[in-house]
């Protein structure tokens, strides 16, 4: 292998490779996938000189350390935390330089769960389906990383970005979810779609890369009936027979059989990857 590479050598709780997912292939029954915080994702790589879809870590919680073979310039983003090279603070939130050998290691999140460590030249594992992502739910892409795992990486840009300020916005203290009706919104009661809009939830511990579960009041079904199987879109909010009302996520399955009372606009969903346990849910109705 090439020394352009880097070796894990602390994989933290989770950490996947992630890029822009793979689209398009619903009919085929895989799901999107991707960084679930696309624009933090993004901006990681372009503070790298990488394209905006390159391939970036994505860890989740208690980040992760990684030993390079050869000097290469980093970027972290996404939930604010310490980052050190050789035990020596460097920066969050910008392009940092990491000798060959040094050890660069991604805190814990200070707030929010998941950072995105870009690398120049992005991760250059076998991609599957047009995608360097690793989906958990169906089992595509790179396995979550390891101890000792060695990723490969590609050619960095020959000239540094040049960036002005790069403002982020910080882990939200309540999430708040703009919804438009689902399909199957007539198999609840009138009750049950003001309790979604009026009621306060809050994100349960439960959740994951495949959706962002909710503690609160549950909704109350006007058909009881069983839900033939049919197809599920990123931000569904689907409703399991517990009532709390589930958010798909990037690995969400393609189909369910539960009903669907409304659908999260995409552009929200990136707060919802940074949600921790216990932050306050709103979902507002935006009409149709």
Not at 130 to 148: F, I, K, N, V
């Amino acid at each position: 292998m090439t020394d352009h590479a880097v070796s894990v050598v602390r994989p933290g709780a989770l950490t996947t490779v992630q890029d822009s997912g793979r689209p398009g292939h619903a009919h085929l029954g895989v799901p999107r996938s991707g960084a679930l915080d696309a624009p933090a994702a993004a901006l990681a790589n372009r503070l790298v000189g990488n394209a905006t879809s390159a391939a970036v870590l994505e860890t989740t919680l208690d980040g992760c350390a990684l030993r390079p073979r050869r000097a290469l310039t980093v970027a972290v983003t996404g939930a604010p935390c310490s980052v050190t090279v050789d035990s020596r603070p460097v920066a969050w939130g910008a392009p940092v330089r990491v000798p060959a050998g040094a050890l660069l290691d991604v805190g814990r999140a200070r707030a929010g769960l998941r950072s995105y460590l870009a690398l120049a030249g992005g991760v250059e594992v076998e991609p599957v389906l047009g995608s360097r992502s690793a989906d958990l739910l169906s089992g595509l892409g790179p396995a979550r990383l390891t101890e000792g795992t060695v990723l490969p990486l590609g050619t960095p840009a020959t000239r540094p970005p040049v960036l002005g300020p790069v403002p982020h916005p910080a882990p939200p203290r309540e999430l708040v979810l703009p919804v438009t009706p689902g399909p199957r919104e007539d198999w609840f009661t009138d009750g049950a779609l003001r309790t979604l809009t009026r009621a306060r939830y809050t994100v349960s511990a439960a959740s994951n890369r495949i959706g962002l579960r909710t503690e609160g009041p549950p909704l109350e079904r006007a058909v009881t009936g069983e839900l033939p199987s049919e197809g599920l879109v990123l931000g569904a909010v689907q409703v399991p027979p517990d009532g709390r009302p589930v958010v798909f996520l990037a690995d969400h399955p393609t189909t369910g059989g539960y009903p669907v009372v409304a659908v999260v606009r995409t552009p929200a969903l990136a707060a919802a990857a940074q949600a921790v346990p216990g932050t306050p849910v709103r979902f507002v109705r935006t009409g149709h």
